[in-house]
């Protein structure tokens, strides 16, 4: 099983400023990664695909980086619709895992 | 527009066995490349996946220490069963069906059910 880790657990940070959230994979997954959004109470949105590809209507801000075993996901400017948890989930090999998620909260 | 909704019981005692129904619209299982999953969240916890069924009936299923899983689909109700035996507390969960993004090996989830809390407590 590929285990993902994500860094740091929690990152707080200013409206405005920029969000750089990190995951890693135990083993390559070339780039076959994904981040989603989620919001208390509600299901994880889609954000990002093969690590770097936008999803439908997700804004510009949000964009992905990486291969293989490292990986970046990073909120330009935040607004304050984007303070959520953030997970990723790797598909290159069974079974589908996800990290642990980074919580992304208001400083 | 795709969507998805989970049912099921809210509580079940430990050992028994829990059977959740996911319901669909905007989209058919009979299409080639189309495929379902279960995803669980434990509350504070993070996401682990269940299962995942294809178009062409290939089933695939989650960590090995969870065992007593079995995934159907009944295509002509647009419906997709999850059903986990012999229940434990720690099963005590928060179950998301998801719709499998389509491409090849795209074996992550575009759209996502509002999700049903099952508790497990005698």
């Known amino acids: 099983e590929i285990v993902m880790t994500q860094s740091p657990a929690t990152l707080s940070v200013s409206p405005g400023e920029r969000a750089t959230l990190s995951c890693r994979a135990s083993?390559?997954?070339?780039?076959?990664l994904a981040w989603y959004q989620q919001k208390p109470g509600q299901a994880p949105r889609l954000l990002i695909y093969?690590?770097?590809t936008r999803a439908t209507g997700i804004p510009a801000r949000f964009s992905g980086s990486g291969s293989g075993t490292e990986f970046t996901l990073t909120i330009s400017s935040l607004q304050s619709e984007d303070f959520a948890v953030y997970y990723c989930?790797?598909?290159?090999?069974?079974?589908?895992?996800f990290g642990p998620g980074t919580k992304v909260d208001i400083k | 527009q795709i969507t998805l909704k989970e049912s099921g019981p809210t509580l079940v005692k430990p050992t028994q066995t829990l059977t959740l129904t996911c319901t669909f619209s905007?989209?058919?299982?009979?299409?080639?490349?189309?495929?379902v999953a279960w995803i669980r969240q434990p509350p504070g916890k993070a996401l682990e996946w269940l299962a995942l069924?294809?178009?062409?009936?290939?089933?695939r299923y989650g960590p090995s220490l969870r065992t007593g899983l079995t995934i159907t689909k009944d295509t002509s109700k647009n419906q997709v069963v999850l059903t986990m035996t012999n229940m434990d507390p720690v099963d005590t969960a928060t179950y998301y069906c998801?719709?499998?993004?389509?491409?090849?090996?795209?074996?992550?989830?575009?759209?996502w059910g509002q999700g049903t809390l099952v508790t497990v407590s005698s």
């Open positions: 093969g690590a770097s």
């Open positions: 905007g989209f058919s299982l009979s299409t080639s490349g189309v495929g």
């Open positions: 083993q390559s997954v070339s780039s076959d």
């Open positions: 989930q790797q598909y290159n090999n069974w079974p589908l895992t």
């Open positions: 069924i294809y178009w062409d009936d290939d089933k």
């Open positions: 998801a719709h499998r993004a389509s491409g090849n090996y795209f074996n992550f989830f575009d759209y």
